[in-house]
């Protein structure tokens, strides 16, 4: 029986991936600052799917309470899947924003998906199985079209994916980065902003029940709204045409000063 551990679980994407994990017969570990929300999911989840389900309530911006997390990740019994998606936004622009919000947003978009792919991944590399799923963002392909820094936290989730799977993916590991777009759930309401109000919005159920296609499908990057898979296609070909051009050992012509 395989153990998934999920962060951000008493809400929105991270709950309906407990449901559909457990659904599919994985035991769980929940995680969130809500505990009331997180006992509700785990005595649904029981009851339902005869799974077992154990809470870790931690503010995961917290230093002591993430360490909890990451210990079960690495000294605990065995967890077979990470679905790193706790994430949040802020309303503002960089400049704007006072830099204690600025450092937990850092923090929880950023730093924790980081220290907890690399709690888990320790383990999963010396047992030579294993999945980390991490929860982007298109607007990390857009930053310009949005104020603050969340396009650049989600930029990161796809980039720190990319190094995970090169790294792990020879060792029985499998990395998947989840890039939605807009979708309904708290977090539009968290930030200030009426997801009614939003043109085009995905129900959370379609966004997780495309993940899961893609994670069957085996692939590094599942981006549940794009039509068209040539344009994901085309962008990594440019990228890796770009690296043949960046070793140059002299700083290119443009850049030369005139003698
Ligand atoms: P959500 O409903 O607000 O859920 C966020 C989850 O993260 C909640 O379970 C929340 O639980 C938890 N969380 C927040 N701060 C935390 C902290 N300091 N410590 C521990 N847990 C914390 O939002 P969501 O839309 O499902 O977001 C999930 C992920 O999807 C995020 O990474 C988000 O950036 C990404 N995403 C969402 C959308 C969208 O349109 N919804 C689009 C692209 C990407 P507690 O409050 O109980 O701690």
């Known amino acids: 029986m395989s153990t998934a551990l999920i962060t951000g679980a008493s809400s929105g994407i991270g709950a309906v991936y407990a449901r559909k994990f457990a659904s599919r017969g994985h035991d769980l570990v929940l995680v969130?600052?809500?505990?009331?929300?997180l006992e509700d999911l785990a005595a649904e989840l029981r009851a339902a799917?005869?799974?077992?389900?154990?809470?870790?309530?931690?503010?995961?911006?917290?230093?002591?309470?993430?360490?909890?997390?990451e210990n079960r990740l690495r000294d605990g019994s065995p967890i077979d899947v990470l679905v790193n998606n706790a994430g949040g936004n802020i309303a503002g622009t960089i400049a704007e924003t006072n830099p204690v919000d600025l450092e937990k947003l850092v923090t929880l978009n950023v730093t924790v998906p980081t220290l907890l792919a690399a709690a888990a991944a320790s383990g999963m590399a010396r047992r030579g199985t294993g999945t980390i799923i991490n929860i982007g963002s298109v607007v990390g392909f857009m930053p310009e079209h949005f104020s603050g820094i969340y396009a650049a936290t989600k930029s990161y989730i796809l980039t720190l994916s990319?190094?995970?799977?090169?790294?792990?993916?020879?060792?029985?590991?499998?990395?998947?980065?989840?890039?939605?777009?807009?979708?309904?759930?708290?977090i539009w309401e968290r930030s200030g902003v009426d997801a009614n109000t939003l043109p085009n919005?995905?129900?959370?159920?379609?966004?997780?029940?495309?993940?899961?296609?893609?994670?069957?499908?085996?692939?590094?990057?599942?981006?549940p709204p794009?039509?068209?898979?040539?344009l994901w296609q085309n962008l990594e070909s440019a990228r890796h045409g770009l690296l043949?051009?960046?070793?140059?050992?002299?700083?290119?012509?443009?850049?030369?000063?005139?003698k």
């Open 32 to 37: 969130a600052r809500t505990t009331q929300k």
């Open 49 to 69: 799917y005869g799974v077992k389900v154990e809470i870790l309530t931690a503010d995961l911006i917290n230093a002591t309470q993430r360490q909890t997390v």
């Open 162 to 186: 990319q190094s995970l799977a090169a790294e792990l993916g020879n060792r029985g590991v499998h990395v998947q980065a989840v890039v939605p777009a807009a979708t309904r759930t708290a």
């Open 201 to 223: 919005l995905m129900e959370v159920d379609d966004l997780v029940d495309a993940a899961l296609v893609g994670l069957d499908r085996k692939e590094l990057v599942t981006i």
């Open 226 to 230: 794009l039509g068209d898979e040539a």
């Open 244 to 258: 043949g051009g960046l070793g140059g050992t002299k700083p290119a012509e443009r850049y030369r000063l005139e």
